[in-house]
């Protein structure tokens, strides 16, 4: 019977957890990152379009920086920590709405960076510079596949008939967790090279460093640009193509005689 009633109140816990928001609505969570001076920062999730202080739905952080603090450097003790990884929810917020973060620097140095979960899944990400922003985001989830290049580290400079590393760093933005796709690159938009990449496992937000099997051969001197994305994830198209490309500019040159190119660094090697 004991078995039972806890089974029974169990079941009702995890209904009332899924039911807390409203029907049209999502729950949102915002997860807040500080730097080493967590009290000169002061931020607000609000309405899109609202400025600071109006239809405030969350502020947090140092009230006594406020929300024209910015810059003023007064320095007050008070806020989140420093170092810290701050969760901040859930809100009940309207399916499709935008939404604006509004967030100050006492000192003008940056300090908060925020990244949005919706319904638990990893939807938008913003880093923080200088005295303070506004950035806006949509309380939904994001499309099931969605890949982008965030970085390229591919050398900027090159000999002819020497290999180049086509190397940087992609982020799943999906919904879905990527298990498999195509990494593909193209030379002056020439014939794209493809690799298939897995079984991986990223989920939304996460971070994967790639170097592509296959090098770039430059078979003439001059400037290249080469462009750098992923396809075909999990067998399906990408729905988001507008964050799809890295691009990388590389300079190739004539051999010299007494040195070679590291592919990785771009720097010669000496002989």
């Known amino acids: 019977m004991r078995s039972l009633l806890l089974s029974a109140y169990l079941l009702f816990l995890s209904n009332y957890t899924l039911a807390q928001c ?27 379009g609202s400025p600071c202080g109006t239809n405030t739905i969350f502020a947090g952080s140092n009230p006594l920086v406020g ?44 300090g908060l960076s925020f990244e949005v979960f919706v319904n638990g899944v990893s939807a938008a990400s913003f880093v ?8 806006t985001f949509i309380a939904d989830l994001p499309p099931a596949r ?12 090159a000999y002819r008939d020497v290999p180049v590393a086509v190397k940087g760093e992609l982020r799943s933005l999906g919904a879905d967790p990527v298990t498999s ?16 990449v897995g079984p991986v496992n990223l989920t939304a937000g996460d971070y994967y460093p790639f170097e592509h099997t296959q090098p770039w051969v430059p078979g003439s001197t001059g400037a290249f640009t080469i462009e750098v994305w992923a396809s075909n994830i999990n067998g399906g198209t ?32 000496w002989t």
């Open 67 to 110: 929300c024209n603090g910015a810059g003023l450097q007064n320095q007050n003790p008070g806020g989140y920590g420093n170092g810290l990884v701050i969760s901040e929810g859930p809100f009940c917020l309207v399916q499709g709405a935008p939404y604006d973060i509004f967030w100050a620097d006492d000192f003008g140095d940056a």
């Open 128 to 135: 923080g510079s200088g005295l303070g922003e506004t950035f």
């Open 146 to 157: 969605d890949m982008s290049v965030t970085k390229m580290i591919t050398a900027l400079f």
């Open 22 to 48: 409203g029907v049209g609505e999502v729950e949102v969570f915002i997860e807040v990152t500080t730097d080493d001076y967590g009290y000169e920062t002061y931020w607000e999730l609000l309405p899109n």
């Open 238 to 269: 990408d729905l988001n193509t507008g964050n799809d490309l890295g691009l990388a500019a590389v300079k190739v040159n004539e051999p010299s005689r007494t040195s070679s190119i590291n592919s990785s660094s771009g720097r010669p090697n």
């Open 181 to 196: 796709f195509d990494l593909n690159y193209t030379v002056d938009g020439g014939t794209p090279v493809v690799q298939s």
